[in-house]
C-alpha cells in the first residue's frame, strides 16, 4: 500500500521537508484556494505538482475536486459548471493526476462538536456529540424538525446542556461544526447557517440521489476517457444531519453509487473513520464487498457510545478491527497483481490524529496534526509489514509444498 499523507498546500503548516520525515512517499492535496467551481488552470496545477515532486515525493491523489453546492441542488443551469469541471479534469489528467476524490455531502463535510476532547492518557481528539448536535439544532438553530432525528434520551441530554451552557460553549459549538464547512476560510453564524439550510428545502433523499446520478452521467464518461480514477468519500458521520439527507453512508448507498454509472472510472474511499461511525456498518465487511473499486484509503478508527456520539481513537483502538481491514485491503491488492493491473497498488493516509505533545502548537487543520498523524502512520505501517511478510509467507509455504508434491 503506498504510504501518503494529507498536505495542504504552501500554507500548510506542516512543510514537505517534515512531510519527508514520517516516512510517506505520496501527496494527497488539492489546490484549496481556488473558488468551487472555477477552472484548475494547467499552469496552477504542475506548479503545486512541481513543489510536490522536488521535495521527493509524487501527488498521487487529488482531495477533493469540490463539487459546487449549486450541483448537489440541481440549481439551475449547471452547463457552465459541469464543464469547468470537467476541464478541471482534463487538466489534472495532462498533468499525469488521475485519482480524484470528493464527497456528495450537502452544504456540510466533515462535522463534530468538539475539535479537542481530552484524551485519557493526554492529548486531544476530535468528537462528535449527539446530544451537543441535538442541542444546536434545536436551540441554537431552532429546527424543531429535530426532535425526530434524536432519541428522547439525547434531546433530554441536549436541553440539560443548552441550559448550563455559556455564550463561550455556544460560540464554540458552532465554530467546531462550522470547521467541516468545505470551501472556504468563512464560517457561518447561526443566522447564515439557517439561510443556507433553506436552500435545500425540499431536497431528499430521491431528489439529492437524482442529482447524484447527474452529477456521475456528466462526469465519468469524461473521466474514463481520461483515464481517470473517480472516488467517492463516504458521508462524516454517517447520518442525516441538520436535516439534510446523507446519501453515502452505508453499503447500500455505495451499492448504489456504483451501479447508477458502472464504470472503472466510478470507485471508492474507503474511509475506515466515516463508515466506522454507523453501528449498522462492518468496515471490513464493506471492504471485502467492494474491493475491487477501492482506489484510495482513509485509515483512522472511532468509538462509538450508545446514544450515537463517538470520539476518534488511536488508530488501531476503536471499534474497527484495523488488523482485518488492512488484511482485506492487501489481499485486493494481491488479487489485483495476480491479475497484472498496472493500478494494483491502493494509496492510502493515516486519516486525523490525536493531538499529541507539542502538536496543538504547530495549530494545523483539526484532525490533521503532524506527531499524531504520524503515530497512527507508525502503527499502520507496522500492521502492513506484519500481515505482507504473513502473505509472502503463506504462498512460500504453498509453493514449497506443490514442489514436494511434484517430488514425491
Ligand atoms: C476530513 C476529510 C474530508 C474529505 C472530503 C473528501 O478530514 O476526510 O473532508 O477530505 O470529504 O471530499
Known amino acids: 500500500m503506498r504510504e501518503s499523507w494529507r498536505w495542504y498546500g504552501p500554507l500548510d503548516r506542516i512543510s514537505l521537508g517534515d512531510v519527508a520525515q514520517t516516512g510517506a512517499s505520496g501527496i ?136 448550563s451552557s455559556s455564550d463561550d460553549d455556544r460560540a464554540g459549538l458552532m465554530q467546531s461544526v462550522m470547521a467541516g464547512l468545505p470551501g472556504a476560510y468563512e464560517r457561518y453564524d447561526a443566522d447564515r447557517l439557517k439561510a443556507a439550510l433553506t436552500l435545500y428545502e425540499g431536497i431528499d433523499r430521491a431528489s439529492l440521489r437524482a442529482h447524484y446520478k447527474r452529477f456521475l452521467q456528466e462526469i465519468i464518461p469524461a473521466a474514463e476517457d481520461l483515464g481517470m480514477r473517480f472516488c467517492v468519500h463516504p458521508d462524516d458521520p454517517p447520518r442525516d444531519i441538520l436535516g439534510l439527507p446523507r446519501i453515502v453512508s452505508n453499503a447500500e448507498d455505495i451499492a448504489w453509487i456504483l451501479d447508477a454509472v458502472d464504470s472503472p472510472a466510478n470507485g471508492l474511499t474507503l474511509c475506515a473513520g466515516s463508515l466506522g461511525a454507523n453501528p449498522v456498518n462492518d468496515v471490513p465487511a464493506i471492504a471485502r464487498r467492494f474491493a475491487s473499486k477501492i482506489r484510495f484509503a482513509h485509515l483512522r478508527n472511532v468509538r462509538k457510545e450508545a446514544d450515537g456520539s463517538f470520539e476518534e481513537a488511536a488508530h488501531l483502538a476503536g471499534d474497527t478491527d484495523m488488523v482485518d481491514l488492512i488484511a482485506a485491503l492487501l489481499a485486493e491488492q494481491a488479487r489485483r497483481q495476480a491479475t497484472g493491473d498496472p493500478e494494483w497498488e491502493i494509496p492510502f493516509r493515516p486519516d486525523h490524529g490525536h493531538e499529541l505533545l507539542d502538536d496543538a502548537a504547530r495549530n494545523t487543520h483539526p484532525g490533521y496534526p503532524l506527531i499524531g498523524r504520524m503515530r497512527g502512520l507508525a502503527e499502520l505501517r507496522g500492521v502492513i509489514a506484519g500481515l505482507s511478510y504473513g502473505q509472502k509467507a503463506a504462498t512460500e509455504a504453498t509453493v514449497g509444498d506443490e514442489k514436494l508434491a511434484t517430488m514425491a
Open 28 to 163: 494527497v492535496t488539492a489546490l484549496h484556494e481556488i473558488p468551487y467551481g472555477e477552472v484548475w488552470p494547467r499552469d496552477t496545477i504542475a506548479k503545486r505538482k512541481a513543489d510536490v515532486m522536488a521535495a521527493g515525493f509524487d501527488w498521487v491523489v487529488v482531495e477533493s475536486l469540490p463539487i459546487h453546492e449549486r450541483i448537489k441542488r440541481n440549481d439551475g443551469d449547471l452547463s457552465e459548471l459541469f464543464a469547468n469541471y470537467r476541464q478541471s479534469m482534463a487538466n489534472l489528467a495532462a498533468e499525469g493526476i488521475s485519482t480524484i476524490c470528493y464527497n456528495f455531502m450537502p452544504l456540510l463535510d466533515w462535522t463534530r462538536t468538539d475539535l479537542a476532547a481530552p484524551v485519557s492518557r493526554g492529548g486531544t481528539c476530535l468528537r462528535f456529540s449527539a446530544p451537543k448536535m441535538a442541542a444546536l439544532e434545536l436551540f441554537m438553530l431552532g429546527r424543531g424538525a429535530a426532535r425526530d432525528d434524536y432519541p428522547a434520551d439525547v434531546i433530554t441530554a441536549a436541553e440539560l446542556w443548552f441550559q
